[in-house]
Each structure stands twice: as structure tokens, then as C-alpha cells.
């Protein structure tokens, strides 16, 4: 007879967004006349940019003929997608990463649940907390987190590296030596960033215990400081112990489009065993990458027109949140966020629970937010209001939640 992973079994309830989502269809059923506004899940509202369109046209139109048409991609994507990346998010920043360095997918959030494969399932994990679930859930469903206690909303196995008003959110290294360390910067949920000497720390401890560092750097194209670096790779000695994923989602409104990447030098080795090339199998048995017209679209992100054109959804994209943090302010609460990244960061009121301000914004002023608990215990008392609304809903959300 067949048997399940009992490790799915130990992962606590549903899913954080599916709880929110859940909540808030209840809640539209019972109040259908109610105009819900959704600052919740980070996902955008502006379309495709011209240059993307034309893209995804012509990419179609080549499909349809056969001297141009395409079938399967290749494993790593196609080369003209990882040299237009190596050239415009690595070369131009003065780093060393090879197109061949570089694995084409479809979303860096499967990248960043997947590359736990290519660890021993007895690999300590660190993470910052709070932070994206995602890291944490993907060790526990393959056995790598131990057991989890309710009570102080943490697993046994899992090295947690606390993000707070009091250390100014930047996590201190952590005593027990971890053997994979998860990064997420600007962070999600907090927006908070480490500058480019706190980051070499991170970098100089790794190659020291001889730890990974696992860095998702999504939210790069939201960075505004000079001293904020927008990969792992402008830190000397981080060829040897970091991997980087990336997504199009948030710079190039891909989110119902599919693309990302993940980068693994090849100087990334445990002994003389590759980590690049052990990717580069997953990666051949497991197809996990994109259709040629994707990788087309992908490719008119670092043209001329398609950096223009994104810049100002960034931008659209950052006055939102703008407005978000001056409404805030106006109203009296305290929050971090919003410079580099399009997520606010706010301390719930009246010492609230995280999940009793969402009912509380749901049912009074019908704005849907994202509980801080549902991405670590120290999110506690914490709630994430993201930017990436319209203008139009944004402010109206604001002025409903001045108003309470």
C-alpha cells in the first residue's frame, strides 16, 4: 500500500495567503454590497508594458511558422534570455556572474522552494523572522525542520534569527552554525535591507563555517540606496558560498506571466562536488523553465524601451507606497518599509494580534491586509500593507483607514 510524506502532516494549518483568502471570500459572500480593497498579497495591478507586449507578439507569431518555431527550451533557457541577464543585472553592476552561471525558470518562488534538493535533509537551516513562509514550509515538507510547537509558533530544527524594531530589523549572526542561511533582501514582509558592509559580513561568516547562503533578491529593482547593494555578488567571496534567485515578477509585472532564475557560480562547490552542476541535472530531469515565448518577453525587460518602460511601473509602484506611509503617519501608527521595497511594515494598534487588526481593518474599513504572524513569530503584532494596488484604490484604502 501506498504511503504519504508524513512531513506534510507537520505543517501547521493552510497556507498564510490561502487563510487570507479564505477570510476575505467569507466575508464577500456575507457582504456582497461591500467594496473590498486588497493590500494583501503582493501581486501587481499595472499591465504588461509595451515593449513586453510586442515581445510576446512577435515571439506568437514565430511559433506559428515552421523555420522559427520552438519546442522544448533548453535546460539552463535559452541563451539570448541568460546573456541579456548576465549583461544587465550582473556586468553592469561590476559583478562576475556567466550567462552559463545563470537557470532560467518559471518563477523564483518554485526556485526558492526548490533548491532545498540539493542538500542533505540533515542541513541546519537559518532564517530570518519574520520572513517569506515559503523557505520554512519547503524544509518541513521534505523532513528538514523537526517538529513544530504551537505554542511558541516554532520548529525545533530551525535556527531563528529574529528581525526587530530593537536591532533595527538587520538579523545578528547567529550563534548555532547553520549549514544553509536564508536571505531575503529588501525583505519581505518587513522592507528593511542590509547596506553593502552588512551584507560582507554575512558573506565572510558563510565562507567561515562553510554555510550557503540562499538569496532571494526579488524586490532588487525596488532598491533606492546608493549603499543598498541589488545582488550578493558585489561582496567579495560570495561566488564560493551564495546562491541568488530573481524574479520578473515584481520589476516586470510578471505574475500571471511566469519567469525567474536562479544563479549558482561555478566556484560553488561542497569538496570537489559541484553545486552548479547538481542544479544543472535537477534542472535537466525536472523541466522547470519557461516556453520561448516567456524567455522572449523576459529578453525585452533589458532592452532600451522595456528599462524605460518598467522604471516607471516602479515607480507608479513606490508613490503608492508613498502615499501609504504619509496616510499612516497621518493616522498615528508607527511602521518601517516603503523606501527600498513596495511592502509597509506597521505595528499593529491597541496590542492587537496580527490577525485581529485583519478582521478589524476587513470589517471596518473593508481594506484586506497580510497578518505579520503568518510569516514568523517575531511578525506578531506586525501587519503588511503592500503597494503594488492601483493609485486610485490605494488612496481611497488610505483615507478609509484614517477615518477608523
Given at each position: 500500500m501506498f504511503k504519504i510524506n508524513d512531513n506534510y502532516q507537520k505543517l501547521p494549518g493552510s497556507y498564510l495567503f490561502s487563510t487570507v483568502a479564505k477570510k476575505v471570500n467569507a466575508y464577500q459572500t456575507a457582504n456582497p454590497d461591500k467594496k473590498i480593497i486588497r493590500l494583501g498579497i503582493g501581486d501587481v495591478t499595472q499591465p504588461l508594458a509595451p515593449a513586453i507586449i510586442e515581445a510576446l507578439h512577435s515571439a506568437v507569431d514565430e511559433m506559428g511558422?515552421?523555420?522559427?518555431?520552438?519546442?522544448?527550451?533548453?535546460?539552463?533557457?535559452?541563451?539570448?534570455?541568460?546573456?541579456?541577464?548576465?549583461?544587465?543585472?550582473?556586468?553592469?553592476?561590476?559583478t562576475d556572474i556567466a550567462a552559463d552561471e545563470i537557470f532560467v525558470s518559471d518563477g523564483a518562488k518554485c526556485d526558492c522552494a526548490n533548491i532545498q534538493e540539493l542538500f542533505s535533509l540533515d542541513s541546519k537551516i537559518a532564517v530570518c523572522d519574520p520572513v517569506y513562509p515559503v523557505y520554512v514550509d519547503s524544509n518541513a515538507m521534505a523532513g528538514r525542520t523537526g517538529t513544530y510547537n504551537f505554542d511558541t509558533e516554532k520548529w525545533s530544527n530551525v535556527i531563528y534569527m529574529p528581525c526587530t524594531v530593537e536591532n533595527d530589523f538587520v538579523p545578528e549572526l547567529p550563534k548555532e552554525t547553520p549549514d544553509l542561511i536564508y536571505l531575503c533582501y529588501p525583505n519581505n514582509p518587513s522592507g528593511s535591507t542590509l547596506t553593502r558592509d552588512q551584507l560582507q559580513v554575512w558573506v565572510d561568516y558563510a565562507n567561515k563555517v562553510g554555510a550557503v547562503i540562499l538569496f532571494d533578491a526579488a524586490y532588487e529593482a525596488y532598491i533606492s540606496e546608493a549603499d543598498v547593494p541589488h545582488t550578493i555578488y558585489e561582496c567579495e567571496g560570495a561566488r564560493t558560498c551564495a546562491i541568488e534567485m530573481r524574479s520578473f515578477s515584481k520589476n516586470a509585472g510578471f505574475t500571471g506571466v511566469r519567469l525567474g532564475f536562479t544563479v549558482i557560480p561555478k566556484d560553488l562547490k561542497c569538496g570537489d562536488v559541484s553545486l552548479h552542476s547538481m542544479w544543472a541535472r535537477r534542472h535537466g530531469t525536472k523541466y522547470n523553465g519557461a516556453p520561448y515565448i516567456i524567455q522572449k518577453a523576459g529578453a525585452a525587460v533589458y532592452t532600451p524601451e522595456g528599462k524605460a518602460q518598467l522604471a516607471q511601473q516602479v515607480a507608479y509602484y513606490m508613490n503608492n507606497a508613498k502615499v501609504i506611509k504619509e496616510g499612516l503617519k497621518d493616522a498615528g501608527y508607527t511602521f518601517t518599509g516603503g523606501v527600498n521595497a513596495p511592502y509597509i511594515w506597521l505595528k499593529t494598534p491597541n496590542n492587537m494580534t496580527s490577525w485581529e487588526f485583519f478582521d478589524y481593518l476587513l470589517e471596518r474599513a473593508n481594506v484586506v491586509g497580510t497578518p505579520g504572524s503568518g510569516f514568523g513569530p517575531s511578525g506578531e503584532g506586525y501587519f503588511r500593507l503592500t503597494a503594488f494596488g492601483t493609485y486610485e484604490n490605494t488612496v481611497e484604502a488610505i483615507e478609509r483607514i484614517k477615518k477608523l
Open positions: 511558422v515552421a523555420e522559427t518555431f520552438k519546442g522544448y527550451a533548453p535546460d539552463l533557457g535559452y541563451e539570448f534570455l541568460r546573456s541579456a541577464i548576465a549583461k544587465g543585472d550582473y556586468a553592469s553592476r561590476g
